[in-house]
Structure formats: C-alpha cells, structure tokens
C-alpha cells in the first residue's frame, strides 16, 4: 500500500492546534444541566485529550476538566469541555476521524492520522464510525476535507503565538 503523503503545512496546523490545549483547564460551568441548580466545586480530572507523534515519538496531550456537584440535585457533573459524551478524546480528534472515515476505510484512515501526527487504532475508527454524532462541520484546506473544530483549533492555536 502506497505510504499517505499530507502537505507539511496541513500537518503543521494540526500539530499546533492539538499541542495548543496541552495544559488547559475547562472549569466553565454555570448551572447544573441536570436539574438547573447551583453547582460547587468537586474536584478537578486530568483527561487525555489526543496522542501525538512527534520526532518517532508519542506524546499524550492532556486537558484538566474542573467537576461541580449540585446543591440541589447532588449530581457531579464537569466543566463544559471538547468532549463528546462516552468518549476518551477530545472533540477535534473524533470529528476528524468520522469525517476521514466517511471516505476512507478505517485503516486508510488511521494511516492518514498518523501522517497528521495523531494516533489512533482501527478499532477506534471502527467503533466511532458506527456511532451518531450528528452532522460535523467541515471545510476544505491543502486539498483535504477536514472538521472546522480542527481547523478552529489550529487557527486559534496560531493566534497565541
């Protein structure tokens, strides 16, 4: 199979927008969804948000996402975060393999991520694909469709510059 070749700078946006949240802390959270009571602070998790390659090498980005428990419902609930719910990356990295997924088979895909510099197995692109997200934004860029929650990342990433 021919190896997948992805315009450097197309990477280099991608890099830079998943290496941007390393560190960051989501603790927005007015109310509880649950019930609409007032929420306090519970504790705080670590959540990893995506892996990347960088050098021959993988390293986990992570993200803190502040909990709140209700004074009215007990409920713990966290912080408004780039995650979707039942799922252990963030956002971005979901909609970018549903939409790669949507034209590839999903070891095309995990290949095309990977020359990104993202890493995910096939067994997630798999299990992802079968699940309903809803419609995903996108955008074209260097010839390739991508998420527009990727391609927000990256452009706010350079924005902190």
Known sequence: MRPVKVPPMLQALVQAGMSAVD?????????CPHC?????????KVRKFATLVE???????HVT??????????????????????????SPVIDLCIVLSSTLTPGRTVE????????????TVRNL????FGTIPT?????????????SLSLAAFRTL
């Open 23 to 31: 560190g960051r802390e989501f603790s927005s959270l007015e109310y």
């Open 36 to 44: 609409g009571g007032e929420v306090s602070g519970y504790d705080r």
């Open 55 to 61: 050098d021959g090498s993988e390293r986990d980005i």
């Open 65 to 90: 996402v502040r909990r709140y428990r209700c004074g009215r419902c007990g409920a713990v609930v966290p912080a408004r975060a780039p995650f979707y719910p039942g799922t252990r990356l963030g």
């Open 112 to 123: 095309f991520m990977r020359a990104l510099g993202i890493v995910v197995d096939r067994g």
């Open 129 to 132: 694909r079968a699940r309903d």
């Open 139 to 151: 955008t074209e860029m260097f010839g390739t469709v991508l998420p527009q929650s990727v391609v």
